[in-house]
């Protein structure tokens, strides 16, 4: 599934048990359904901001896509990381 030249940058997995992988070239979402499992990505042309806030409980990254926002709940602990991580792999495809 990765290019041979990719590699990850950020796994992560998401409050309700959604995979998400980070690479240089995009953002990969796998989630496990009934049938077997669903793959979506973004490319990072595609994701045009990247937020994320925290509560005192959760946290949440915000993807602006071409598609719409995208949000993603994580743990809290791990929202700024992830947030600038991301912020960072979109900044140098540019």
Do not use: H
Request: net charge positive; hydrophobic share 35%; glycine share 6%.
């Amino acid at each position: 599934m990765l290019d041979s030249d990719e590699r990850l940058n950020l796994p992560f997995i998401t409050v309700n048990g959604k995979c998400f992988v980070a690479t240089k070239k995009r953002l990969i979402k796998c989630s496990k359904n009934m049938f077997g499992y669903k793959f979506k990505e973004w490319n990072w042309s595609q994701i045009r901001n990247v937020f994320y806030k925290k509560t005192l409980t959760a946290g949440t990254l915000i993807l602006n896509t071409v598609d719409g926002e995208v949000k993603i709940s994580i743990n809290r602990d791990g929202t700024e990381f992830a947030g600038e991580i991301l912020r960072k792999l979109k900044r140098e495809t540019k």
